[in-house]
């Protein structure tokens, strides 16, 4: 416990002097905590865990086959890898499918689950509640950003459709002051949409560090429902000629569906 000093009667330079000490032990102590860890399993910014470079996330639950993968909530219809792909569980017990491209040229991360029903309004318009709703997870999504010391500019918001519905896309560059893994970017978006909590098994890459990342969103709506799905895309912006051949038809969700098919 620190020892109670009658400052009138101490010179100027003791207190300077004390000051100075009680700092540097604050300084030290920090050190200890996670923004001071060297435990290379995970990466942090802000002393905040966003994923274990030595997980891999749960294939339970996902079902492949040559043209199909279907996860729990959504399913991608294409040639894909499996090893590509697999399963966290949000807080909630809803289900995120995961997307892990850590080649290089053209690492791609992304990721995919259903948001919130929007029941209420859609008695009214169905595509204008999915129009008004995009811009308010664009709020949130460049607002979590932000806190988290990354500068975005919205640069594009479009409409287009795949087979169930139409799709909002919007894409967003996200620049940090020091080069990061786009699936970072990917993971803090996650974590923020599970309240801040971080999903067991969320895997991040250290591949293809950049300044420049390129994030897209794309959302549809089964309108039967009224459910809304999203699907997160980041990769580097000197990537975006490979990851759009790669994976062009994913990230504007013309190749995924909310619909769980039998395989």
Known sequence: MAQI??????????????????????????CDGNFGSNDNSGDKTDGIYT?????????????FTSNMTAGTKITVHGHYDPELFGEVVFDDGSKVLLMDDG????????????TSSF???????????LE??????????????TKRGFESEAIDHYKTSNSQSSVIKT?????????????????????????????????????????KVKLEIAYWQDEGKGDVYLWVSAF??????????????IINATALSSLRVSL
Do not use: C, H, W
């Open 119 to 129: 029941t209420e309004g859609l008695t009214i318009d169905p595509s204008k509640v």
């Open 103 to 114: 080649t290089a040229p053209g690492s791609y991360y992304g990721a995919g689950f259903q």
């Open 236 to 249: 580097s912006n000197k990537d975006s000629d490979p990851v759009a051949i790669k994976y062009g038809d």
């Open 5 to 30: 000093i009658n400052e009138v009667d101490m010179p100027l330079n003791s207190n300077i002097k004390i000051l100075g000490t009680a700092l540097l032990i604050l300084t030290l102590a920090s």
């Open 132 to 145: 008004v709703q995009s811009l308010d997870y664009l709020d949130f999504i460049q607002d979590v950003l």
């Open 171 to 211: 894409v967003v560059n996200v620049s940090a002051e020091e080069a990061v893994s786009p699936s970072l970017i990917r993971n803090i978006i996650l974590i923020a949409f599970n309240n801040g909590a971080v999903p067991s098994g969320l895997p991040i890459n250290k591949n293809s560090a950049t300044n």
């Open 51 to 63: 994923g274990d470079v030595n997980q891999k996330a749960s294939k339970k639950g996902i079902r």
